[in-house]
């Protein structure tokens, strides 16, 4: 990469700056990889400042239209607002988020707000895998709120949820149809349930539907300790009641800024990360690694052809890494 943006460049809150550390964080060269970490250390000390927010729900709930009416909201008020991406990239969630800024047109025009769209890395492992990096690279350059969309198919929500201080989860007004859709872990995920698209003719339905979601929790969750999830109804197209949100959101930060649970849950999420990058440089070492890159696959070829068990190709695959 030609013209590495350093991180006094990332401070001064250049958004190209800020693309470019991005795309260098996510590159998967070894070389890149090194002066990523590089950055990563240098910026360190500027983080951890923003409300990080995750926001989650299935296709066509209104994700983009709430965060092209929740980011100007929240730019009103003077705020800086980036929006990430994290993309399951599974061909069985389909629709993409974010695959194009279309859906945020005034929001991706407005100077006070960054949108990343999600990195096309293809299928698995494509979850999430640098968007902590970027998210730090995002509180560097200056952005207040971080707005981190997932579509709502399991394994990029419990991604989402292990990266973000709040989870919000939008939902349709169809209460009888969706509260079958509210198992229990996503109860336990979620920090507040926001009942889009309450205008219309649907208002009464998401009235209902607050209600019901409401009771769910009250249910659930009712005898745990700790911040209560809260249901609300809003209108992303209308943009009413998006204050209302806010004030959500920040009460929760309220709390969670007192009692040492702000430091309590990243102490939480450093470990799970710790954990996610030994994983990531050891697959990213097996395929990379001139010694091993020819070995792997012939290993997934025989086992595939049932020549091999699983068993016994890891343990080859381990001897290789670690010969001693
Ligand atoms: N009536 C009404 N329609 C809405 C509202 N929010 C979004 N919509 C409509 O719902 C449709 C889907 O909205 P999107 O914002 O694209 O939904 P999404 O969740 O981003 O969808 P995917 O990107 O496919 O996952 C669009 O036609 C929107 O105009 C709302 O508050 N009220
Ligand atoms: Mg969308």
Redesign the pocket.
């Known amino acids: 990469m030609g013209n590495l943006p350093s991180a006094a460049d990332l401070r001064s809150g250049d958004r190209r700056a800020l693309a470019k550390c991005i795309t260098l964080v996510e590159s998967k060269r070894p070389a890149d990889r090194n002066l990523a970490n590089q950055l990563i250390e240098d910026i360190l000390p500027d983080t951890g400042r923003s409300y990080r927010v995750g926001i989650s729900?299935v296709?066509?709930?209104?994700?983009?239209?709430?965060i092209e009416s929740f980011g100007l909201h929240l730019i009103a008020q003077g705020k800086k607002v980036a929006v990430l991406a994290v993309d399951p990239s599974s061909p069985v969630a389909g629709?993409s988020?974010l695959g194009d800024k279309t859906?945020m047109p005034e929001l991706s025009r407005t100077l006070d707000a960054f949108i990343r769209p999600s990195p096309s890395s293809g299928i698995m492992g494509g979850i999430a895998q640098r968007t902590r990096e970027t998210i730090l690279l995002c509180e560097a350059a200056g952005y207040d709120v971080l707005l981190i969309e997932t579509?709502g198919v399991g394994q990029s929500e419990v991604a989402v949820h292990g990266m973000v201080d709040f989870f919000l989860m939008?939902m349709v007004p169809n209460a009888g149809d969706e509260l079958q859709g509210i198992k229990r872990g996503i109860t336990e995920l979620v920090d507040t349930i926001v009942i889009?698209?309450?205008?219309?003719e649907?208002l009464g339905q998401a009235r209902q539907a607050k209600a019901y979601y409401q009771s769910a929790f009250n249910l659930l969750r009712g005898g745990e300790e700790g911040w209560k999830p809260r249901v609300m109804t809003?209108?992303?197209?209308?943009r009413t009641n998006l204050e209302d949100v806010w004030q959500m959101i920040e009460e929760y930060f309220d709390w969670l800024g007192q009692e040492g649970r702000l430091a309590d849950k990243r102490r939480q999420q450093n470990l799970l990360w710790l954990h996610k990058l030994v994983n990531l440089e050891i697959d990213q070492y097996l395929k990379t690694s001139e010694r091993l890159k020819g070995a792997y696959p012939e290993l997934e070829t025989r086992v595939n052809a049932g020549l091999m068990t699983p068993f016994r190709a890891a343990r080859e695959i381990i001897e290789m890494i670690f010969p001693d």
């Open positions: 729900g296709p066509g709930v209104g994700k983009s239209t709430f629709g988020i859906r579509v939008l889009n698209k309450a205008d219309g649907s809003c209108s992303a197209l209308e």
